[in-house]
């Protein structure tokens, strides 16, 4: 039989032992929380950074296609010019979306109040190129 000191160490023993083994539990139990927070950061981490990449990806210019500068020239007004068929000659389809835009800009330029030209005047008309001329 055990006296009453070997019981009242074994009861001590069991509640040491017993508080080590909720100690070993909450601190695996934050070690998994804290795991899981870093999964779930590193995530969202993967998430973001692809979002971003797959944007300036979008937003990057294809290297096929050629840089164009805008250029200004003044043109002599022929008996038959009209403004659209002047838009015909100088517009290209990459910068305006169409003749009407191309020639609201050529009457802005101009200060043109409605679309007549006549014979002899000089208006001056944007054009795009490939080469830079500085």
């Not at 070997?6 to 695996?28: G, Y």
């Not at 050529?106 to 008309?125: A, C, K, P």
């Amino acid at each position: 039989m055990y006296d009453n000191h070997t019981t009242r160490h074994m009861r001590i023993e069991d509640v040491r032992s017993e508080r080590r083994i909720m100690k070993n539990r909450l601190r695996r139990q934050r070690e998994m929380k804290k795991n899981f927070l870093l999964l779930v950061m590193t995530v969202c981490l993967i998430v973001t950074c692809s979002f971003s990449l797959s944007g300036f990806r979008a937003n990057a210019k294809d290297d096929s296609t050629e840089a164009s500068y805008k250029y200004y020239k003044s043109i002599f007004v022929q008996g038959d010019d009209t403004l659209w068929s002047i838009a015909e000659r100088y517009m290209d389809d990459v910068h305006y979306d169409s003749a009407e835009d191309y020639i609201r800009e050529v009457m802005r330029m101009n200060g043109l109040t409605d679309d007549t030209i006549r014979y002899g005047e000089y208006l001056i008309v944007p054009y795009y190129g490939s080469e830079y001329v500085g």
